[in-house]
């Protein structure tokens, strides 16, 4: 499967036909022309089965794009707690800055749940 129907399958939300692609070899670290990983596109939607998925096969959890966003980053944009939860729990970096300077807690000032991404990120960093 080419990587361009892989990005279809996760902008879709089909965790299961993403299974079905990745055991039959499609690489989980597959990025588009933008450098975005299929697991940024997963944290982007909130797909908590995709964003597990994707990490089980191999996804670079802290892979940035060409700007040097990550999958944490969106999802605390997003305010997507239970995707940064797993994130977190999978070693993603909260004080990782693209290339202006933003890290995860700067991009949770777009969440409408801000303040409780920004208390999960800054517990997250003192651990």
Known sequence: MD?????????????????????GGADPRARDRFGVSLL????????????????????EIDRSSDAGNTPLMVAAARGHLAVIERLIAGGAAPGHRNKWGFDAAKWADWAPNGDEVKARLYAAAKA
């Open 3 to 23: 990587k361009d129907e892989l990005f279809r399958l996760v902008k879709r939300g089909d965790a299961e036909a993403l299974r079905a692609a990745l055991e």
């Open 40 to 59: 940024y596109r997963a944290a982007a939607r909130g797909d908590e089965a995709s964003v597990g998925l994707l990490l089980e096969r191999g996804a």
